[in-house]
């Protein structure tokens, strides 16, 4: 298992799941799209509209895209 990055800091959290624990698959919070106590990921940095994360419960690393914010969208005529 990876360690948890250096720069990890719980004040800064994303609440999106884990696609290799899937630690929230069960919770009721997380289910309704609230922002549960357990289940949430450290936001190491972001660019554009692309989260990187890391889950504190089995250290997985990933790029989350939220498709939100500027960048990346072409306009619809």
């Given at each position: 298992m990876l360690p948890i990055?250096?720069?990890?800091?719980?004040?800064r959290r994303a609440w999106i799941p884990?696609?290799?624990c899937?630690?929230?698959?069960?919770?009721?919070?997380c289910?309704?799209?609230r922002n549960c106590r357990d289940h949430w990921?450290?936001?190491?940095?972001?660019t554009g509209s692309v989260l990187h994360v890391q889950c504190p419960g089995c250290a997985h690393l990933w790029?989350?895209?939220?498709h939100f914010g500027a960048g990346g969208r072409r306009p619809v005529f």
């Amino acid at each position: 298992m990876l360690p948890i990055d250096p720069d990890a800091d719980i004040g800064r959290r994303a609440w999106i799941p884990c696609p290799r624990c899937r630690d929230d698959r069960h919770c009721a919070d997380c289910g309704s799209g609230r922002n549960c106590r357990d289940h949430w990921r450290y936001l190491l940095s972001t660019t554009g509209s692309v989260l990187h994360v890391q889950c504190p419960g089995c250290a997985h690393l990933w790029d989350h895209e939220t498709h939100f914010g500027a960048g990346g969208r072409r306009p619809v005529f």
